[in-house]
C-alpha cells in the first residue's frame, strides 16, 4: 500500500476547494494526504481548509501567486507521500478514485499516470454539454482520457499523479502557466519513465460555467501548444493542428457567400452533416437531448477557440522564442 499526498493549487476558488475536500473525505482509501496552496488568492479558504482538520489529514500553504505551475512545485517540496497527486480545484473526486489507483500501482509500475474526466449529476447543463466536447471523438478533447490517445500516453495537470522518483529527477514544473502541463509530462517520458492511463481513475471536472469563459480557456489550450513545441520541436502533431484546419475552414466557407453559391452549399451540407454527428453521439453519451443541442454549441466553441489560439500565437512576435509565463 502507497501513501500519497494530494497537492492542489487554488487561486480564490473557496466554495470549489469545500465541495473537493469533500469528496476526498469520502474516499474508501484513506492513506493520504492533502496539501492546500493558496496562491496568493484575495479570498481565502483557509477557515475552510481547518474545517476540514478531523475529516482529512490536511496542510494548508499560503504563498504570494507564481501560477499553478509553480504552486505545485511548492507543494512537492513539502509533499511526504510516494506518489504525489495533482487535482484542480473545480474537481470532484469520486469515492474509489485512490482505490483504484493504489490497486493499479500495485501490479503496474509507472512514472506517472493519468485519469479521464467526467461529468457529475450535479452539474448545470452547460457543464455537462462542455464536459461532452472536452471528451469527444469529434474534437481535439477525444485525444485526452483514452486508450486510443496518440502516441505515450501524456498525463495532464486536473488529474495527475508522479512517483516521487519523478519528481527528484525532474524537479517538477518549468512553466507556471502556457502547457506546464505537456511540457512537464514530454519531460518525464523523455527522462525514461512510463506512464500509463488508469482508465477507471476519473474526476468529475467542472471546467468553465459560461461560454465566454470556456472560449477563453480554448483559446489559450491553443496558444499552450504552439509555446510547447518551441520546447520540443515535433511535438506539434498533425492531429493537434485540427482545430486550425477546422477554423480556417470555417471561414473559408463564410466566404463563399460572396462569390461561390455551390460552394456554399457543399460546405454547408458537410458542417451538417458533422454536427449531426455531434448531436446523435451526444444524445448517446448523455441521454440528453438540452444537453445534446448545447453539446453543438461547446464542440464549435472548442474546435473554433483552439483554432484561433494556435494560428495567433503561431503568428505572434515571439516566433519560435519559449514563453515561459509567470
Not at 452549399?265 to 445534446?292: D, E, N, P
Request: charged content about 20%; proline content about 3%; hydrophobic content about 40%.
Amino acid at each position: 500500500m502507497n501513501f500519497y499526498s494530494v497537492v492542489i493549487p487554488v487561486y480564490n476558488r473557496p466554495d470549489e476547494v469545500r465541495e473537493l475536500l469533500e469528496s476526498l473525505a469520502s474516499q474508501t482509501f484513506k492513506h493520504f494526504e492533502v496539501l492546500i496552496i493558496e496562491d496568493g488568492s484575495k479570498d481565502s479558504c483557509e477557515e475552510i481548509v481547518n474545517s476540514f482538520k478531523t475529516a482529512l489529514d490536511i496542510h494548508y500553504y499560503f504563498k504570494e501567486n507564481s501560477g499553478q505551475g509553480f504552486t505545485r512545485n511548492y507543494g512537492f517540496e513539502r509533499a511526504k507521500g510516494d506518489y504525489f497527486i495533482v487535482f484542480d480545484s473545480d474537481c470532484l473526486i469520486p469515492p474509489s478514485y485512490f482505490e483504484t489507483v493504489d490497486q493499479f500501482l500495485i501490479n503496474n509500475s509507472v512514472g506517472a499516470f493519468g485519469g479521464p474526466d467526467a461529468a457529475h449529476n450535479s452539474f448545470t447543463t452547460l457543464q455537462k454539454a462542455i464536459s461532452y466536447s472536452m471528451t469527444s471523438p469529434f474534437t481535439t478533447g477525444g485525444i485526452r482520457g483514452n486508450k486510443k490517445h496518440v502516441g505515450k500516453f501524456h498525463p495532464r495537470s486536473f488529474n495527475m499523479g508522479i512517483s516521487r522518483d519523478v519528481y527528484e529527477a525532474t524537479k517538477g514544473y518549468k512553466l507556471t502557466r502556457m502547457g506546464e502541463d505537456i511540457e512537464f509530462s514530454i519531460r518525464v517520458i523523455n527522462s525514461g519513465f512510463s506512464t500509463a492511463l488508469i482508465e477507471d481513475a476519473f474526476v468529475y471536472h467542472k471546467r468553465r460555467t459560461s461560454i465566454s469563459q470556456f472560449y477563453k480557456q480554448l483559446h489559450f489550450f491553443g496558444r499552450a501548444r504552439i509555446n510547447v513545441n518551441r520546447f520540443f520541436p515535433g511535438e506539434l502533431k498533425t492531429v493537434h493542428l485540427l482545430p486550425a484546419f477546422f477554423t480556417l475552414g470555417f471561414l473559408g466557407w463564410l466566404t463563399t457567400m460572396l462569390w461561390n453559391e455551390d460552394l456554399f452549399r457543399l460546405g454547408s451540407a458537410v458542417l451538417s452533416a458533422f454536427f449531426l454527428l455531434i448531436l446523435v453521439h451526444s444524445l448517446m453519451k448523455t441521454k440528453s437531448l438540452k444537453v445534446g443541442v448545447i453539446s453543438l454549441l461547446t464542440s464549435f466553441v472548442q474546435l473554433f477557440a483552439y483554432g484561433m489560439g494556435l494560428i495567433s500565437e503561431k503568428l505572434s512576435p515571439r516566433g519560435n522564442q519559449p514563453f515561459a509565463q509567470k
